[in-house]
């Protein structure tokens, strides 16, 4: 296949099927069965179709290029998955298509796709999109929509299927009135501001005048110079104080919809009477043409016509004509000219869109602004509301689904080879993204009051309701379940609790337990807990039906052998040790869980677990306990600290990294013990050999890789990534750039390794004994460069011999080892609290500390060592992950932007946000303090938003629907205005009614008509989020309003609005804020626009296509950059398989791509990829999010690169923008940005503005990195080029010579940096020189002088775009195959030179460097 189409690979059915007639472009139709949900019930997901950039190569080439490339260093499933990927993807065929009315069109089509993935296409399709009750006919015989086209008899390349139009039944009629309503609708993007059907905004070809592939390629290259206007607005500048809003929502062009009917809507006369639904009628619609003309029209199983009925009389007959038609559009058309002009001219726009612009996204995402939309009549919203949408799945016969046996059996699917692997987790995720759907509409609805509670008669806050087949219940202490844990406090934490437990279990993916369905919605300041109900439960008391575990905190507990054996499948994995309690009876019973944990048995005779809030060890820094002492390094920081609720626990990513930190002390003990007895005794050799040869494992080297056939694809230590799937730090997505610190091992210094003060490097050979699935994010905290076994083994004396004894330890159960080498184990054992004597494994028992937990005596022991080494996981967290935290700030490997990235980091090390007050105190206290000021203050406004948000969480509570508006905007005022005594407006009067205080008691939960919120005043509301800092976070905010928190820290009010908006929900109204005005308050209640649901919820995971990228990124890191690109693309294509079209992952693999594509000198491919990574970022995390930001600026870079100037400058001064809204000017990401935006004005000679930018980029890298980094020198060297070109050689020789003494002290004389520095200066000097001697000549001889013509050099575009390509740490090689080889040198090569550059400043400071090509920094 051409590569034009390389989006939709063979198996789309809908590429090459244009017509040149139609001139319409392949990429028109290109995934667009994609955005149709899942038409059929059966999970098989239209979205499968969509499989990305496997069409342009040839399938045998790929598999011999595969088995070459994946030799001893592959995996040693790698071959058997390979062969596999290969036969998913059958060679597809082309099969002929004529629909009525139009021309027959050619469809290339895959054999595993079901006949409706066809239908889909052509519901999509320009020509056919107006029909939607069509059969599809082979030789007469009508195919079946639910078979695959591979068991058709008959069917093969170059059959011709014939459209047949059918008879229409009310739920076709309805169908097809809901879909002409989605064409007319297509272009408006009201349905992405107000946050429905998976909607979202996109603002990319705003910038990027349409599509940036081909018809970019259109634009005038060469002369484009001239018509460039490079200057960017006001508030872009370095240096402007304005935040303006209204740029974050430019307007798209497209969007001023053309309108092609004023109304269309069902008619007041449904439902037809008998008489006429025995004529065929099956309902009627009403329509106001855009020419004013009203028409009433029926809809009958032939078709539609008009009718004679008007507003007020009933007239079913034909009116005369009656243009009777099979689709509503073709009856249109004939009555209103006007219709059939603009329907035309809205496809034609419609189809030219990128498809990313259109697709449905997997889960909703919400814009905190919108502009003020005029709101349109649309029968089929109306519609939705009124039905409540309660059963309009349409795909789903017996109307309601039932979540939780679609959930169950879904993870009950095969999963032994991958066709079956990516069958079932395709399956797990269209289910859980339907249910989140789902139930953040029924959550919704019960707080609006829209649903019945199954407990009428109790007070609001104890009502539970079920909807659609879910359980939904309040964040209240209902019973007084909680009193001894902190109350309402921790009713609201234990929901998020047990989701992480859902989610950690959900992970480890054991046969035959099963978790329930969970949503967490907060929505208008109360906390909804969804989840599908186990069949069963509702007939019977508690008591009865939980077999396993504790229904009273502990006082009563019962055990099943059963549940047993399930959980201790899960123990090793997610380090729960299984131990004894006490019951009633004072009996010990066991437990492999913590006792909350509930096993019932349902009806369908599946064991469930709930009630999972405990599934990791508490926390002591915020857990006091009478007569335990906390280690030193806690106690110094004031722990334990009194906290709002007992619930507290440890994050999994914290347990992993404690017990991998363990595993690296345990070995460095076993070996320093083997080398003291190797000094003692010489004759310790053969008995080593000896214990060698019993070693049947796999040797330790292959730990990392190597997850053993029996344990589950997917890694236990997935688990703990972040529900929100926000990206990472600067840009990695913790899910999506898994395996970032895996494949940097091969770079890691060794001498890292070998001191043991750096906890943190350690080994992830094998965790707990075993050798663990490849886990990224649990253990892919950068800092954690899980070392490879070799080179942890040159650094430690004695590692290998260590490491040997314990595998056969492991291996044999000792019996061939001599009593000394076990005496060695043992003791490491002890040293590091293992449980088992003879092999390094670290559990917790998650019972220890909960009151009302009593343990039989026999285990006092374990007790006690449990609780140390409880406190030790407590120290561990302050001592070694905190400072961790802050290391990778410094140097640059953590660049947190906002809020939600911050949040990721200290997630990603195990650092619960509650720390971020010692953090915080801890940067402060920090040397360097200067270097973290951007930390600090984003650390700050998160801290004050947060409190704020716990503030207005109890506001809301006390607001009534009908004052929800203005109670936001007072609360809003009072957090932002300047305005000292903001007041409130109170609904009009003319609307309360005078029996207001009859029975209205019991509508919302916790509601009540009181307006207690109106007299918050600002001085009080600050007062309460100084007050909210030192309770939650024990930090001292000195601030009392917000005008002196922005003076005190550096804050910007609309980075605080956002975060606000973001974190509770709130939209505003898009405008331009005056929020310093002391004389009227910011806000009105007109500026609130809607109030939506933040929702949490489990992310499944696509475990082979994971692994997939993890190769791929790791062939890169080795240099086989053909290989790895091909390893990538086979991930992009079962990450499509699994997740459909839209993902984050999906985003990250494309950036990968992109960066590859460009590496290897393919430009126009990069474009393509990164300009699907830009629109899916946009769509799937947000217009302004980090990670979008950076995704702008690659985009810029790659633009710049195939000559699109002024279309690159545009990028970057959004991302400049977006930047500044987000986290303002000082952040060392701005440095790399403004260099950038200096650089491409530099090349398009506009000196002034260029050096604006660059000497504001070197401003930031000096304070950043410090004023002797290799980083400013580079950025002395852009100054001094531009000034260059400005003929001012004086300032250009002093920033040389600055750039000249950093690269001597830094990197030595020799290096080429300096020489090319001191190159550059000869010329400079002599470039003065000669303009000096000019300018004499001219003073000397006035006008009669003999000038020498100067040469000023206009920078040549290839000088900038090297330039462009070293500050974003891009190493530039144009690739053949015979080039692989001389490249793997080399790169050895700059790997040593690194080393030297290394020594002084961490990554990305030399422009070559290996990791600098897959990772983007």
């Not at 109360?526 to 599908?532: L, P």
């Not at 590091?832 to 909960?850: A, E, H, K, L, Y």
């Not at 007109?1086 to 993890?1110: C, G, M, R, T, Y």
């Not at 030297?1396 to 961490?1402: N, T, Y």
């Amino acid at each position: 296949m051409v590569s034009k189409t390389d989006d939709i690979p063979a198996s789309v059915p809908n590429c090459n099927s244009v017509d040149p007639a139609e001139g319409d472009t392949p990429d028109s139709k290109e995934t667009t069965k994609t955005s149709l949900k899942d038409p059929c019930g059966c999970a098989h997901s239209a979205d499968t179709a969509m499989m990305n950039g496997n069409g342009d190569h040839d399938h045998s080439e790929e598999t011999d290029s595969k088995q070459e490339g994946s030799g001893a260093d592959a995996d040693p499933g790698e071959d058997a998955n390979e062969q596999e990927v290969i036969v998913i993807q059958d060679t597809g065929f082309t099969v002929k298509i004529q629909a009525p009315g139009t021309e027959p069109f050619d469809l290339q089509v895959s054999p595993q796709e079901m006949v409706q993935e066809i239908h889909q296409v052509l519901m999509d399709r320009e020509d056919t999109c107006h029909r939607t009750c069509f059969s599809l006919q082979l030789d007469g015989n009508v195919l079946d929509n639910f078979a695959e086209l591979k068991s058709i008899e008959g069917l093969q390349e170059g059959s011709f299927l014939k459209v047949v139009e059918e008879p229409y039944t009310v739920r076709e009629a309805r169908i097809h009135v809901r879909h002409i309503r989605d064409l007319l609708k297509s272009m408006d993007p009201s349905d992405a501001y107000n946050g429905v059907d998976c909607n979202s905004l996109s603002f990319l070809s705003v910038f990027t005048d349409g599509d940036l592939g081909d018809s970019g390629k259109r634009k005038k290259k060469g002369s484009e110079l001239e018509q460039i206007d490079c200057t960017p607005p006001e508030h872009i500048l370095p240096g402007s104080k304005e935040r303006p809003l209204v740029p974050l929502q430019p307007q798209n062009k497209d969007w001023k919809p053309l309108q092609c009917l004023k109304v269309l809507t069902m008619s007041g006369w449904n439902p037809p009477p008998g008489n006429r639904k025995m004529h065929g009628d099956l309902m009627y619609l009403y329509i106001v043409t855009a020419e004013e003309r009203h028409v009433s029209i029926t809809a009958s199983t032939r078709g539609f016509y008009l009718n004679q009925s008007t507003t007020y009389s009933f007239n079913p007959k034909p009116a005369n004509p009656s243009f009777l038609s099979h689709s509503l559009v073709e009856l249109l058309s004939q009555i209103s000219p006007a219709f059939k002009k603009n329907f035309t001219a809205l496809q034609k726009k419609r189809v030219q869109r990128h498809p990313f612009e259109r697709i449905a996204t997997p889960f909703q995402v919400y814009s905190w602004t919108a502009p003020q939309i005029d709101h349109a009549m649309d029968c089929v919203r109306a519609e939705d509301a009124y039905t409540s949408r309660l059963g309009y799945e349409e795909h789903i016969p017996g109307q309601t689904r039932d979540w939780n046996e679609e959930l169950q059996t879904t993870r009950e699917l095969t999963r032994k080879n991958l066709p079956e692997r990516l069958l079932r987790e395709r399956a797990i995720f269209k289910v859980h993204s339907d249910f989140a759907a789902a139930a953040t509409r029924g959550a919704m609805a019960v707080i609006d009051g829209n649903v019945m509670a199954i407990n009428p008669g109790e007070e609001t806050r104890m009502q539970m309701f079920i909807w659609n087949n879910i359980f939904f219940s309040l964040g209240f202490d209902v019973r007084d379940h909680y009193r001894e844990l902190g109350g309402d406090a921790a009713a609201h934490a234990a929901p998020t609790n047990d989701l992480n437990g859902v989610r950690a279990y959900g992970a480890v993916d054991v046969e035959g337990l099963y978790t329930l369905g969970t949503v967490v919605v907060d929505y208008r300041g109360y906390r909804v807990t969804a989840q599908s109900i186990i069949p069963g439960i509702l007939e019977r008391e508690q008591e009865q039906s939980v077999i396993y575990g504790s229904i009273d905190f502990g006082k009563t507990v019962v055990s099943h052998p059963k549940y047993l054996e399930l959980l201790e499948k899960t123990s090793r994995p997610l380090k729960v040790q299984r131990h004894p309690v006490l019951n009633e009876k004072e009996a010990p019973v066991e437990l492999c869980s913590s006792v909350e944990c509930k096993g019932i048995i349902g009806n369908d005779g599946r064991h469930y677990i709930l009630d999972l809030l405990r599934t990791f060890p508490p926390d002591l820094n915020f857990l006091p306990v009478d007569g335990e002492e906390l280690p030193p390094e806690c106690q110094r920081l004031a722990y334990p600290r009194q906290h709002r609720h007992r619930l507290a626990c440890l994050r999994q990513e914290l347990i992993e990294a404690f017990v991998e930190h363990r595993y690296l002390l345990f070995m460095k003990m076993a070996a320093l013990q083997l080398m003291q007895q190797k000094a003692n005794k010489e004759n310790k050799a053969a008995a080593l050999t000896d214990g060698s040869n019993a070693e049947p494992e796999a040797s330790p080297a292959d730990g990392p890789q190597s997850a053993p056939a029996s344990e589950d694809p997917a890694p236990a230590s997935d688990a703990p990534t972040e529900p929100a799937t926000t990206p990472s730090e600067a840009s990695q997505t913790p899910e999506s750039q898994p395996a970032e610190a895996e494949t940097t091992a091969t770079v890691t210094t060794t001498t890292a390794a070998a001191e043991a003060t750096e906890p943190a490097e350690a080994l992830a050979v094998t965790t707990n004994g075993t050798p663990e699935p490849e886990g990224p994010d649990g253990q892919g905290r950068e800092c954690e460069s899980p070392l490879e076994g070799k080179e942890a083994e040159e650094s430690i004396p004695g590692l290998a011999q260590a490491k040997e004894l314990a595998e056969s330890l492991a291996a044999e159960d000792g019996s061939s080892i001599d009593p000394k080498s076990r005496e060695v184990v043992l003791n490491a054992c002890k040293a590091v609290g293992s449980i088992s004597d003879t092999s390094f494994d670290i559990r917790f028992n998650p019972d220890i500390f909960s009151p009302g937990v009593r343990f039989p005596e026999s285990s006092a022991d374990a007790i006690q060592k449990q609780k140390q080494l409880l406190k030790d996981a407590a120290a561990f967290l302050v001592s070694c992950q905190i400072p961790s935290l802050v290391k990778d700030c410094l140097d640059h490997s953590a660049l947190p932007m906002d809020g939600t990235t911050l949040t990721e980091a200290l997630h990603q090390r195990g650092i619960n946000v509650r720390y971020l007050g010692t953090v915080l105190d801890f940067v402060d206290k920090t040397p360097a303090k200067t270097q973290l000021e951007y930390f600090y203050r984003i650390g700050v406004s998160e801290l004050v938003t947060r409190c704020a948000k716990h503030i207005f969480k109890t506001y809301l509570q006390g607001v009534e629907l009908s004052a929800l508006s203005a109670a936001v905007s007072h609360f809003l005022n009072c957090f932002l205005s300047s305005f000292p005594d903001a007041v409130a407006h109170l609904p009009a009067d003319e609307l309360v009614s005078r029996r207001k205080n009859r029975k209205r008691r019991n509508r919302v939960p916790g509601g009540g008509d009181n307006t207690a919120w109106a007299s918050l005043t600002p001085v009080e509301l600050w007062k309460n989020i100084v007050s909210e800092a030192q309770t939650y976070y024990h930090f001292t905010l000195h601030c009392e309003s917000v005008d002196q928190a922005v003076e005190k820290y550096g804050l910007q009010k609309s980075t605080l609005l956002r975060e606000i908006s973001v974190k509770t929900g709130i939209q505003i109204l898009i405008k331009e804020y005056n929020f310093d005005s002391r004389h009227k308050p910011a806000f009105t209640e007109e500026d609130i626009l809607n109030i939506f649901p933040v929702v949490k919820h489990v992310n499944p995971k696509a475990s082979d296509a994971f692994h997939f990228f993890q190769s791929g990124q790791a062939k890169v890191q080795q240099g086989f950059l053909k290989e790895g690109c091909e390893l990538i693309n086979e991930a992009l294509n079962l990450f499509n398989n699994v997740y459909g079209a839209m993902h984050v992952e999906i985003c990250a693999c494309l950036r990968l791509l992109a960066r590859l594509n460009y590496i290897m000198g393919d430009h126009p491919e990069a474009l393509n990829n990164q300009q699907k990574a830009v629109l899916m970022s946009e769509r799937v995390l947000g217009i302004e999010h980090p990670n979008t930001i950076q995704e702008y600026m690659h985009l810029a870079l790659y633009c710049f690169a195939n000559g699109q100037l002024s279309t690159a400058l545009k990028l970057l001064y959004r991302a400049r923008y977006l930047m500044l809204v987000v986290c303002g000017e000082d952040h060392p990401e701005m440095a790399l940005l403004d260099s950038n935006i200096g650089l491409v004005l530099h090349g398009v000679m506009e000196y002034d503005l260029s050096l604006r930018f660059l000497e504001n980029a070197l401003a930031i890298n000096s304070k950043y990195h410090g004023l002797r980094s290799l980083k400013v020198a580079l950025s002395h060297h852009l100054v001094a080029r531009v000034y260059e070109s400005k003929a001012e050689f004086r300032s250009a020789l002093q920033h040389e010579k600055e750039g000249y003494t950093i690269y001597k002290n830094q990197v030595g004389e020799a290096h080429e940096k300096t020489k090319e520095s001191s190159e550059y200066l000869k010329y400079l000097t002599q470039q003065a020189v000669a303009l000096q001697r000019t300018m004499n000549e001219i003073y000397k001889n006035g006008s009669n002088a003999s000038i020498m013509p100067l040469k000023f050099t206009a920078p040549s575009m290839a000088s900038v775009l090297e330039q462009l390509n070293i500050i974003n740490g891009i190493i530039f090689i144009p690739l053949s195959q015979k080039d692989l080889e001389n490249l793997k040198a080399e790169v050895q090569r700059r790997q040593m030179l690194q080393e030297a550059s290394k020594s002084e400043e961490p990554s990305e400071e030399t422009p070559m460097e290996p990791e600098d090509l897959p990772v983007d920094d």
